[in-house]
């Protein structure tokens, strides 16, 4: 039974109010999207019981509302820059077709639910998924199960039943190891991100891969622990440029965490790259912000962005017609730019 307080306080959810109508909470969501697969009867069922709960949706006008699209954004402990620059391409691509774009950020383990719920209550059609929710197998589960079309966004492992879009991580990586070591670099560390995301497992395959490749060993103490933002990159770097011997390079996860060990790197008063190179992956503007200018993976986010957009657009307007959703996976293009955090003359200038 719902509890009497929170009922009052007019605080109940999507699954309230499926309890009370006796339906699913796909049937509300429906319901509330305007879908034309719901009777009129279970209709009113749920208008009633949301009235009765006080679910803040009038649901009378979402149902209504099935000219415009409403795409909801989902995002969680993202690297600031990656979600700045992928903003501005999905932003673009909504203006320009006409749709709206609603964000949510999901706050703790299982906020994600409550998050869901908000944008379900707020009337969107589709939710595109950032990392590294693009991997929650919880989360893909929930909005298939609430009929709510989803494209995972800089996926590594997309799932068959998905629309993604993403780069070749692993291929990327890979590439930037191999560019270090045409260098000269032999002694290269490598800063992991979260463990959770695909994208950051394979990018550390990667590098094991290109450093066994080159007949390299990667010591235990030259990977560190990191959760792609600003603030993880710091002890990371700390812990990797304290060792009585350090490495002659750093390759970052992504641009947050490496601009944090050119930070600590001038906070040791060592001189970036003569002292040591440092390499991202994204190629975010944040790359170009620090100096020196970051040698990074360039990742075309705001492409992806537009991209984004385009394949929930498709997949909503599929759902509205009744036809028959059809999962793409979008490949889009990387390569390496390299800048003055890893000049080629490093050994000349040391």
Known sequence: MIEKQRVAQGDATLYDVARLAGVSAMTVSRVINGTKRVNDDTRERVATAAAQLKYEVNVAARAARVGSLRIGLLYSNPSAAFLSAFLVGAMDQCSSSGARLILEKCEGQRGWRDAIDNLVAGGVNGILLTPPLCDSLPVLKLLAELDIPAVAVAT???????????IDDYEGALSMVRHLISLGHRDIAFIKGDPKHTPAQLRYRAFLD???EAGLEVPPARVAEGMFTYRSGLPAARRLLEQSERPSAIFACNDDMAAAVVAVAHGMRLEVPRDLAVCGF????????VWPNLT???QPIGEMGQVAVELISEQIRCQRKRLPSVVEHRLLPYNVVPRLSSTRDWKASA
Do not use: N, Y
Request: hydrophobic letters at 30%.
């Open 156 to 166: 590594a492992r997309p799932s068959k039943s998905t629309s993604a879009v993403r």
């Open 210 to 212: 290109a450093m066994e």
């Open 282 to 289: 994204d190629d975010t503007p944040l790359a170009t912000t």
């Open 296 to 298: 990074t993976v360039h």
